[in-house]
T-cell receptor, first 112, second 108 residues
Framework: SQTIHQWPATLVQPVGSPLSLECTVE??????LYWYRQAAGRGLQLLFY??????ISSEVPQNLSASRPQDRQFILSSKKLLLSDSGFYLC???????????FGPGTRLTVL | LAKTTQPISMDSYEGQEVNITCSHN???????ITWYQQFPSQGPRFIIQ???TKVTNEVASLFIPADRKSSTLSLPRVSLSDTAVYYC?????????FGQGTELSVKP
């Protein structure tokens, strides 16, 4: 099965600072990759997904961007964080033709 | 992507069977029904997936009627460790839409 690595586990950043969250995948090749955000007490919101290197689709207009420089690496970035960017960020990958996604441990981001 | 509706919360006691029903009236012919479990501060974990009738694995059973407009996740003899949020999703691969899920609380 696939293993998803995310770091850091927790992050506290001031408003206006940059952000870089990294996700790497083991155990598969050419996966679809996803970034989700979960606000406290709410469901997961899909932010970005990627079907291949350099191919990024954005689901919602926002202050964030994503990049996929390598097949199994997915990066979430921001040039200037907002308070509303606080949340639990999850990276996921899936098996082709299934609804089974594998999730990483997540990054808890607090913007102060 | 079809929208799903499920109860916001449910309470149960240890040892009981728990059934969580999900409505998906607009499910498409190619869609599968998938359930995930999420513990606090962790990513969701795949539990079970089905297309029609009944599917059973070591964790749960999934019942899907002939019209496929709803599905029921059945957890046999729950324990305290089954306290979590359970999500019902429908789709045919690729993007998944997570709703609010059902928060299951298992009490001693």
């Amino acid at each position: 099965s696939q293993t998803i690595h995310q770091w850091p586990a927790t992050l506290v950043q001031p408003v206006g600072s940059p952000l870089s969250l990294e996700c790497t995948v083991e155990g598969t090749s050419n996966p679809n990759l996803y970034w989700y955000r979960q606000a406290a007490g709410r469901g997961l919101q899909l932010l970005f997904y990627s079907v291949g290197i350099g191919q990024i689709s954005s689901e919602v207009p926002q202050n964030l961007s994503a990049s996929r420089p390598q097949d199994r690496q997915f990066i979430l970035s921001s040039k200037k964080l907002l308070l509303s960017d606080s949340g639990f960020y999850l990276c996921a990958s899936d098996r082709v033709s299934y609804n089974e996604q594998f999730f990483g441990p997540g990054t808890r981001l607090t913007v102060l | 992507l079809a929208k799903t509706t499920q109860p916001i919360s449910m309470d149960s006691y240890e040892g009981q069977e728990v059934n969580i029903t999900c409505s998906h009236n607009n499910i498409a012919t190619n869609d599968y029904i998938t359930w995930y479990q999420q513990f606090p501060s962790q990513g969701p974990r795949f539990i079970i997936q089905g297309y029609k009738t009944k599917v059973t694995n070591e964790v749960a059973s999934l019942f899907i009627p002939a019209d496929r407009k709803s599905s029921t996740l059945s957890l046999p003899r729950v324990s305290l460790s089954d306290t979590a949020v359970y999500y019902c999703l429908v789709g045919d691969g690729g993007k998944l839409i997570f709703g609010q899920g059902t928060e299951l609380s298992v009490k001693p």
